[in-house]
Structures are given as C-alpha cells and as structure tokens.
C-alpha cells in the first residue's frame, strides 16, 4: 500500500507558515471551536475540579504529543505496521519540539511553556538507544489512555473533513477508519493538511486526489488537538474504528499550490499563482464498528530492540556506523515500505 499519511515531523517546514484561506465556502466554525474549549473546561471540572493546573497540563501534553510524530508511531503499531526503523530515525536525528500553540487562552501558558519529554540518557549510543525506546514506548503506552480518558461528545451533529491520496495501485480503504483517524472541521484545513503532505519532487495526479465529508451524530466520543499543537488546525480525531456510509459523490474546486498532473500536463501551481483543482468528494455518515484495542506496548518494545539489533549485521554497525548517515540511508533505501 501506498497511501500517503499525516507526518508532522515531515511536515514541519510546511505547518510553521500562515495557514491560507483557500475557499471562502470552508471558513472555521467559531462557535465549534468555542464549544471545544467549552466541553475540555466541563470535563476539567468533573476530572480534576480541585487540580485544574494539572487538568491543562496532562490535556496540552497529549494533545502536543499526538500533533508532533507520535501520532504516527501510534497509528503505526494499531495498524499493524512495522515502526522500527522509523524509530531508529528519530533517534538518531534527535526529536525536539518546534513550538506549541493553543486555540483557547486558558491553555496558552500550559501549552507553551511544554517541553519535549523525552531525555537522552545513557553513557553510549547502544545504552542510549535501549533507554530511548524504554521512554517512547512509555509515551506511547500512555499517549493512548489519555486520548481515551479525555474525550468529549457534542450534543449535535457536526460535519468534518479528511483528504487522502490514492494512487490506482493502492487498494487501501479509505472509507474505514482505524485507530486514532486525524480530521478537521474547516475543510479548507483538511485541504491544506492534504495538499502539505504530498510536496515533493514529484507532480501528483489530481484525480488520486479524495476529499471525505463525513456527517459525525451527536454524542460520537472524539478528541481535539486544538489545546496544545504546532499549528491549530481544527482538527478533531477519531477514537473508534468506524466507517462510511450512505455514501454520494461529487466534487470540490479549491485553489492548489504544488505541481499537479492534469491531462498529461503538469500543472505547476505555487503560493503566489494558484490554480484552480477539482478533485471528487465523498459524503457520508459516521458509523462506528468498536471500540479501539490497545496495541502489546511491551512486546512492540521488544522486537524493534531485537529487529535492529539484528538487521543487516547491524550490531556491528552499532559500534562502527551509527554516526553516519549513509548507514541510516542504506537502511532505508532497503526498507522502503516501512516509511508508507
């Protein structure tokens, strides 16, 4: 499979510059936005009624951790994918955190004055390592019941938006939700979250290109990064394997800023001249199947330990290679399929 996902790390460069209104029609729901910060206070003082510092705290870090890559590694092990070299790579490039920022003023200061959790220790680089996956796998492990412990639930339905890309070969189904499924409620965000993930080199097919509005019922358990993130992006997630339904189709004209194929043509849009894309649509219901399964944290610990350690010879590269990067290159020059 080759569907490409949300990476924020990756994404850096991109989420640091001033969100664009693509489309007048997608303006942010205030009052959403309001009604989030409205619910997190009331479960606040239902939690923690007597330690609300510590409420913002706990909420703003987990809404920080998922919005930087640990939402990937999540996502990563509860969907069965193989994160250990993408582990390795964090590692040896160092994690840090770019800034934090928080769309309501009582988690200004909580969300800002955050910092990464995760501390190098060990007197080598193999110490280091073992120490580092004893910390992101508790991180992980504990990223998952907080995203859990503190949801909340409209009263009403509300519509989000999610934009995936999807090349012919990639038989992905993408109207099935598992695991902790990234959405935002202003679909211009959606589109800018879509069209940041796939910059690169290579122009993309604009009709690989799917935009999802999906039709969330009152009391549907989600949660929202916008206490604590990079870069807001009213983004709601989901926290149950769910799919759609009573699907339509049809189709959505936004303005587009990377180089896209059109009738065998590349069409080299940029910030300063945009051009006008249509890409399809599809509509339908949220629908839930069951509750998320937490992943075996301790056993996935385990085997990227042993993976590594026995990949290509790799014990030895430990010693001898680990600070160069051709090694990490060759690594994944070999493992293509574990960066998808």
């Known amino acids: 499979m080759n569907i490409k996902r949300k ?4 994404r850096a460069k991109h989420r640091r510059t ?34 609300m510092p510590f409420y913002r705290y706990i909420t703003a870090l987990t809404a920080r951790q998922y919005s930087f890559h640990y939402d990937t590694l999540l996502n990563g092990l509860m969907r069965n994918r193989n994160i250990d070299v993408l582990l390795l790579k964090y590692f040896n490039e160092g994690d840090s955190w ?27 680089k193999k110490e280091q390592w073992k120490n580092y996956l004893d910390d992101i796998y508790g991180q992980l492990n504990q990223l998952y019941h907080n995203l859990l412990l503190y949801r909340i639930q409209f009263d009403t339905e509300v519509t989000v938006y999610r934009g995936v890309y999807i090349e012919p070969t990639n038989e992905y189904p993408y109207t099935y939700f598992t695991g902790f499924t990234s959405t935002a409620y202003d679909i211009d965000s959606a589109l800018q979250i879509m069209m940041s993930d796939y910059v690169n080199d290579e122009p993309k097919n604009k009709e690989y290109f799917v935009l ?19 870069q807001i992006e009213d983004e709601i997630i989901f926290t149950e394997n769910a799919y759609l339904t ?11 800023w990377i180089p896209f194929i059109e009738e065998g043509i590349i069409k080299d849009a940029n910030y300063k001249d945009t051009t006008p894309v249509t890409i399809k649509k599809l509509t339908g219901q949220y629908n839930k199947m069951n509750d998320l399964t937490p992943p075996n944290f301790s056993k996935a610990k385990q085997n990227t330990y042993d993976a ?14 680990w600070a160069d990067p051709k090694f990490l290159d060759t690594l994944k020059s070999k493992t293509k399929s574990w960066f998808s």
Do not use: Q, W
Not at 313 to 319: I, N, P, R, T, V
């Open 7 to 10: 990476t924020y790390k990756h």
């Open 308 to 321: 590594i350690k026995t990949m290509r010879d790799s014990a030895e590269a430990l010693k001898t290679k």
């Open 18 to 51: 001033k969100k664009r209104r693509i489309n007048k029609a997608g303006a942010p729901n205030p009052l959403l936005a309001a009604k989030i910060g409205e619910l997190y206070n009331e479960l606040g003082n239902t939690l923690y009624k007597d330690d």
């Open 246 to 256: 009573e699907v339509t189709e049809s189709e959505h004209t936004f303005d587009a």
């Open 98 to 124: 770019y800034g934090s920022e928080s769309a309501y003023a009582e988690y200004k200061k909580p969300c800002e004055k955050l910092n990464y959790p995760i501390v190098n220790r060990g007197a080598n």
């Open 212 to 230: 999802l509005e999906i039709r969330v019922p009152a009391n549907t358990l989600i949660y929202s990064t916008n206490l604590c993130t990079i």
